[in-house]
């Protein structure tokens, strides 16, 4: 259905679409099949947790035979060849048990990328040859509980986390989830059921009540309203007819509907938004640098502060190279920078979904991050702030045809342009009846209006500004306009005939939306080809700060440009190819709506719904998505800071000392904060 992804070999939690190197270990990232995402990331918490609860008993007898417990709780047992029991339950510990621990650490080392697991097998290792060397080499108290306790410590920890981080990768599965594998074909007279992923274009299929559409495609026969919450995240059920079209994933309620298939593959509405999101969870924010940093430096402060640690405690006093060895150890344990690994990735899965759910679809972890900072954010007035949708208000002729023939001409020529203004005027012709006549050479021109030839005369539909820039008529043309609504001409041969006035209606939550944002503080402004008449009373209306009319497509940007100049941070909401540039230009572009294919490749976030608010939403998405990373960066690295000292033995004067295998459980507690807190994000209202 779409093209194969990658992952880490080593690390499931990392999915990509390229076959690049895993950013956290650096190994080669190896395919996984479509839907199995889940099923190899099961696999690895399986294995930590089988090795978790088979190494429990066996740290169980380690510790009853240790001597040191055994003082410690005043009871005493004694098996024969106690030591050598010890040593080869302790190795099946470490090496069966802690394999995969190893295997992480291995593969890190190949890569040159010390890290987190790098630490734990160094930390494990020389542990075990320490007390291996005390058992055999020379005479000495082993560290054998404490290394067992330790790597059980580890697989708990590491079975734990991946659990709680199952919980925070998501958006890609639960939308692959949406797509039913089977469709129901109609072969004819007889219904046959095929996989989805076979469908062709053409094919006809049959969607019963109930039932999950699996595809996009075409309403050819019965009615039924389908629940597209899932994909645009309107709530309220579409109505669909004949002609309509449908999108794969959404929920048929209660009609049956025969559709033809339109997209397959990559072209679906739900590849593309997969791919969105897949984009997204690849798109590192830049914190992550800072937090990438801070584990570079963690690991080497791991090593050196535990080397120090050793040599002092082992040179400087006379505690003795246990007492020296187990605290180097902990220091290791404890700087170990893996909740640092999980504090952005953790929460940027979670805003990806969380937003995904909204309908806001976020294609740069980097915009979400310049949100925050945003004071200026710009408005496209026609299909953004207004609904787009042109109804014909008056035709006045100016010459002696009539109305009906103004409204032919328009219709005939505009029948070939995707304007809004274009689809009211074709519309209000349908609806009057009116037959259109066949026109030839149409031309566009954007943010100005259209020409065309019709039997040997040339036909020209437009603004003022095309009026005069094609010199027709000397003077202002000057006639009584409905207040609010926008004219454009219609001339023939060069002679003005009429005007059609057209209203859009402004977005009944475009107010409300011009409200938030002054709430937070960020001015607005909107951006417009229309007539100033109607610009000003639309900002009027809305409570614009301020707006700029009569702006031809190729000026946009340059509007924005001047705003970013003044030192703003600046957002441009838009929808249609003349908002594209702009979208580019601005800090962040949202485009709207679902916007045209320029738009959504243009801009940084997509907006499914035709909503305003959306974009309220989205910042206060990216407010919350900083405060929960700068959040978790504070939890990750504060805690290593604090308990280096205590692990280093800094303390032991005051009777606080860190044993290795508390140190390994206060890592783990470190990380699983850092996944709780970001899994907190979930329950945010927008
Ligand atoms: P907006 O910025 O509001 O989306 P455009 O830049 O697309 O508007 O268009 C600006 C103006 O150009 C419109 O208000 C209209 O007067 C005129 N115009 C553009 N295209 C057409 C067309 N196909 N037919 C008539 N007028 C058009
Ligand atoms: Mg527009």
């Known amino acids: 259905m779409h093209k194969s992804l990658y992952t880490c070999p080593m690390d499931p939690e990392i999915i990509s679409k390229r076959s690049s190197k895993c950013p956290k270990c650096g190994m080669d990232l190896v395919p996984i099949e479509r839907g199995r995402e889940d099923i190899n990331h099961k696999d690895m918490e399986k294995s930590f947790k089988k090795r978790f609860f088979l190494s429990l008993p066996l740290t169980l007898f380690v510790l009853i035979l240790s001597e040191k417990i055994q003082e410690w709780l005043r009871f005493s047992l004694s098996v024969p060849y106690q030591e050598i029991v010890i040593f080869v339950l302790s190795s099946v510990i470490v090496f069966w048990g802690g394999l995969p621990l190893f295997q992480m650490g291995l593969s890190e080392i190949r890569a040159k990328k010390y890290g987190m697991m790098t630490l734990v097998s160094l930390a494990l290792l020389s542990g075990y040859l320490f007390s291996v060397a005390a058992t055999f080499l020379f005479p000495g108290e082993s560290l054998y509980w404490e290394i067992s306790t330790l790597a059980l410590a580890f697989l708990f920890g590491h079975w734990i986390e991946m659990r709680a981080v199952r919980g925070a990768t998501g958006a890609l599965k639960e939308l ?125 402060a791991a090593l050196s502060v535990g080397i120090s640690t050793f040599l002092f405690w082992s040179l400087a006093t006379s505690q003795g190279l246990i007492f020296a060895g187990t605290l180097a150890i902990s220091v290791i344990v404890i700087a170990c920078p893996h909740a640092l690994g999980l504090a952005i990735p953790t929460v940027t899965t979670i805003t990806t979904a969380l937003a995904a759910k909204h309908g806001i679809l976020i294609k740069d972890m980097k915009a979400l991050e310049i949100s925050r900072k945003l004071n200026y954010i710009v408005l496209d007035k026609t299909g953004t702030l207004t609904e787009g949708k042109f109804g014909i208000t008056d035709i006045i002729p100016f010459a002696k045809v009539s109305k009906e023939e103004i409204l032919k001409l328009a219709a005939s020529v505009e029948r070939f342009s995707q304007h809004p203004i274009a689809l009211g005027i074709i519309d209000y012709a349908k609806h009057k009846k009116i037959k259109l006549e066949a026109v030839k050479e149409f031309r566009s021109i954007p943010g100005k209006g259209a020409l065309a030839k019709f039997s040997g005369k040339e036909i020209l539909i437009g603004n003022q500004i095309l009026i005069d820039e094609y010199k027709i008529g000397n003077k202002k043309i000057i006639f009584k306009k409905t207040e609010g609504s926008t004219y454009i001409f219609v001339a023939i041969d060069k002679k003005l005939i009429g005007a059609i006035g057209l209203a859009d209606i402004i977005r009944p939550e475009s107010a409300e939306a011009i409200e938030s944002f002054k709430k937070m503080g960020i001015k607005t402004a909107m951006l417009t080809g229309d007539h100033e008449d109607v610009a000003k009373l639309v900002a009027k209306k809305l409570g614009i700060d301020i707006y700029f009319a009569d702006v031809l497509p190729k000026d946009k940007v340059n509007k924005i440009k001047q705003l970013q100049k003044k030192g703003n941070i600046v957002a441009m909401v838009g929808d249609g190819v003349n908002d594209a540039a702009s979208l580019t230009q601005a800090h962040i572009g949202l485009a709207i709506g679902a916007g045209t294919g320029v738009a959504i490749e243009s801009a940084e976030i997509i907006l499914m719904r035709n909503d305003p608010r959306d974009v309220v939403k989205a910042i206060r998405l990216s407010q919350k998505t900083n405060s929960k990373m700068v959040q978790n960066l504070f939890w990750a690295a504060g805690y290593n800071i604090i308990t280096i000292p205590a692990a280093a033995g800094a303390f032991y004067k005051l009777g606080i000392l860190l044993r290795p295998e508390w140190a390994a459980l206060l890592m783990t507690a470190s990380s699983l904060i850092v996944v709780a807190n970001a899994l907190l994000l979930k329950r945010e209202k927008l």
């Open 176 to 300: 692959t989830r949406l797509i039913p594998p089977q469709a129901h074909l109609i072969d004819g007279e007889s219904l046959r059921d095929i996989q989805t992923d076979e469908l062709k274009k053409g094919d006809l299929i049959l969607i019963r009540p109930g039932e999950k559409i699996p595809i996009d495609g075409e309403v050819i026969e019965g009615v039924s309203a389908v629940n597209e919450s899932m994909i645009t995240g309107e709530s309220v059920p579409v109505n669909k007819s004949e002609a309509s079209s449908v999108i794969g994933g959404t929920i048929n309620s209660d009609g049956t509907l025969t559709i033809k298939v339109t997209k397959t593959g990559d072209e679906t509405a739900i590849s593309q938004m997969m791919e969105l999101i897949r984009q997204a969870q690849d798109s590192k924010p830049e914190v992550q640098k800072i937090a990438d940093k801070a584990a570079g430096f963690l690991t080497f």
